[in-house]
Nanobody
Framework: QVQLVESGGGLVQAGGSLRLSCVAS????????MGWFRQAPGKEREFVAS????????YYTDSVKGRFTISRDNAKNTVYLGMNSLKPEDTAVYYC????????????????WGQGTQVTVSS
């Protein structure tokens, strides 16, 4: 089993910045893929970004490219999501996910999830 714990969410004005963190524990995480998804009220969980163990395979959904940056510190079993130039449409619960193998945008193909952290961007 893998446990994921997110932190760093909050309320920010449009144009502001936040950095989310996700600490993983439990089963060995070598060679895994970690990612961030988000879910707004009444909407399906959507892919935001992912990064593989060696950090040479990174993906972003188009709406966050140039504004968000995913990174990871394998020694700390932690993945980060830096979010700049936040927009009201970024408001959602942000979830950290983990899986082995390839990254997929379909959340149903991911194995482990954190409890989520709320990000609210006011206009």
């Amino acid at each position: 089993q893998v446990q994921l714990v997110e932190s760093g969410g909050g309320l920010v004005q449009a144009g502001g910045s936040l950095r989310l963190s996700c600490v993983a524990s439990g089963r060995t995480l070598n060679n895994n893929v970690m990612g961030w998804f988000r879910q707004a009220p009444g909407k399906e969980r959507e892919f935001v970004a992912s990064i593989n163990w060696s950090r040479n395979s990174i993906y972003y959904t188009d709406s966050v490219k140039g504004r968000f940056t995913i990174s990871r510190d394998n020694a700390k079993n932690t993945v980060y999501l830096g979010m700049n130039s936040l927009k009201p449409e970024d408001t959602a619960v942000y979830y950290c996910g983990a899986k082995w193998g390839n990254s997929y945008a379909d959340y149903r193909l991911w194995d482990y999830w954190g409890q989520g952290t709320q990000v609210t961007v006011s206009s």
